[in-house]
């Protein structure tokens, strides 16, 4: 007997790197409104091809790695909309719009759905221990 166990990927905001390569060894792989992904920084292939990091916003163009791109090409197969500012600026709202995609999308996808939700209550509960701190060390 097997057990075909689905992959998805999520890029979250920045997939630059060879690591960026693993992601896409993946049944699906979803981007955020806002995520870059390459195999390379747009700093690094300025630096190759011009010999000048300066000109990163240059190389990023001519690369098309926004999620949109990615879509037009095939290599992403959704988008996910993030909150007004960003997905940092909302993570609650970003875990129910992650959801949405779940519930709308393939079965696979709770898993990622899962994935964020732990992460959201973790940045939550690190954030107040943080503030707890602070409040702490003032005398508040």
Not at 76 to 83: F, N, R, S, V
Not at 116 to 131: F, P, Q
């Amino acid at each position: 007997m097997t057990l075909k166990t689905p992959v998805i990927s999520v890029v979250l905001g920045e997939g630059g790197s060879g690591g960026a390569l693993a992601l896409a060894v993946c049944d699906e792989l979803a981007m955020l409104e806002h995520a870059l992904y390459s195999v390379i920084s747009p700093r690094g292939f300025a630096s190759i091809l011009w010999k000048d990091p300066s000109r990163e916003k240059e190389a990023a163009d001519l690369m098309k790695i926004t999620a949109d791109d990615l879509y037009n090409f095939g290599v992403c197969d959704k988008i996910i909309a993030e909150p007004v500012g960003g997905a940092h600026t909302d993570p609650a709202q970003t875990a129910e719009m992650l959801h949405e995609m779940a519930v709308s999308g393939t079965a696979m996808a709770l898993l990622v759905t899962a994935v964020w939700a732990v992460y959201v209550l973790i940045s939550a509960k690190s954030k107040s221990r943080d503030t707890d701190t602070a409040r702490s060390r003032a005398g508040a």
